[in-house]
């Protein structure tokens, strides 16, 4: 059983530029949710996918959004990135939607915005 | 609005101590709670999931308790070890359930 892979692990992007981070769900998991954690914060979260569909969305801009494949795999992608952005992104798998069952996270990417 | 604090934001301890890490939250209509573990530069790796059902939940040298009707929760480590230093995290449902709001967590070192 393979766990939750995010790629790639780090990434250093100039302001206003774009960018995608990709993320393999746990094996029979339908739910991936993105998180963003800042230095010395707790996790917040961005926007989940359940079934190819966005099923919940935190307070983040438009310029924030994400896919869900027929695999499960997700991509969050981030327009005109501000100096802000800078965080570790986190995605999690699950087996259900309204988080009763353990969320398996991956490593996460580390994006630096300058 | 959900909130959820935790208490103390940091802590260090020599090895040995059993330890106890506390979680509050404003919202008590949560249906679980979660506690999770997480290394300097990592992920998130879940440690416990508690029902609301349920008053506490085990695992090896951890436990933790529930207390829906005061919003807290407590993590109790048994006899520390240099392997426990980590950041600890609680997290619970909020809005659709879709959305886990975290603590800003409890960072733990363990000195051998």
């Known amino acids: 059983e393979t766990g939750v892979t995010q790629s790639p692990t780090h990434l250093i992007k100039t302001r206003g530029q774009q960018v995608t981070l990709r993320c393999s769900s746990q094996s029979g998991h339908n739910t991936v949710s993105w998180y963003q954690q800042a230095l010395g914060q707790g996790p917040q979260f961005i926007f989940q996918y359940y079934r190819e569909e966005e099923n919940g969305r935190g307070n983040f801009p438009p310029r924030f959004s994400g896919l869900q494949f027929p695999n499960y795999s997700s991509e969050l992608n981030v327009n005109a990135l501000e100096l802000d952005d800078s965080a570790l992104y986190l995605c999690?798998?699950?087996?259900?939607?309204?988080?009763?069952?353990?969320?398996?996270f991956g490593n996460g990417t580390r994006l630096t915005v300058t | 609005k959900q909130e959820v604090t935790q208490i103390p934001a940091a802590l260090s301890v020599p090895e040995g101590e059993n330890l106890v890490l506390n979680c509050s939250f404003t919202?008590?209509?949560?249906?679980?709670l979660q506690w999770f573990r997480q290394d300097p530069g990592k992920g998130l790796t879940s440690l416990l999931l508690?029902?609301?059902?349920?008053r506490e939940q085990t695992s090896g040298r951890l436990n933790a308790s529930l207390d829906k009707s005061s919003g807290r929760s407590t993590l109790y480590i048994a006899a520390s070890q240099p392997g426990d230093s980590a950041t600890y995290l609680c997290a619970v449902p909020q809005g659709g359930s879709e959305k886990l709001v975290f603590g800003k967590g409890t960072k733990l070192t363990v000195n051998p």
């Open positions: 508690i029902q609301s059902s349920q």
């Open positions: 919202d008590s209509a949560i249906y679980n």
């Open positions: 999690a798998s699950s087996l259900d939607p309204i988080n009763n069952s353990p969320l398996h």
